[in-house]
Nanobody, 126 residues
């Protein structure tokens, strides 16, 4: 059974950092690209980042490029999203998901993902 479980969310002040984890099971992580999405209240789900199956290719939304870093540890079956210099507009529920191909083609399109985690809340506020 495919499972993705996000953790690491919380309340942080502007300028602070958080590291999200996406623990996976039920499939071989090094065969899959994994994406991160977020959804703020009243807004559509948006792609944040994606990492290819090997970790060789990473992708970022313009709004987070230079502040967020995605990585994966295939041995630990876990994908990470390091978030630095957080802003109030980063407040959202963050989700990880399995991409339908190993390379993350059209990574920003939620329709290209099949399995999703339950999400973890990130709140950036003073």
């Amino acid at each position: 059974q495919v499972q993705l479980v996000e953790s690491g969310g919380g309340l942080v002040q502007p300028g602070g950092s958080l590291r999200l984890s996406c623990a996976t099971s039920g499939f071989t992580l090094n065969y899959y690209a994994i994406g991160w999405f977020r959804q703020a209240p009243g807004k559509e789900r948006e792609g944040v980042s994606c990492i290819s199956h090997s970790g060789s290719n990473t992708y970022y939304a313009d709004s987070v490029a230079g502040r967020f870093t995605v990585s994966k540890d295939n041995a630990k079956n876990t994908v990470y999203l390091q978030m630095n210099s957080l802003k109030p507009e980063d407040t959202a529920v963050y989700y990880c998901a399995t991409h339908i191909d190993p390379y993350g083609t059209n990574w920003y399109d939620a329709d290209h993902y099949d399995y999703w985690g339950q999400g973890t809340q990130v709140t950036v506020s003073s």
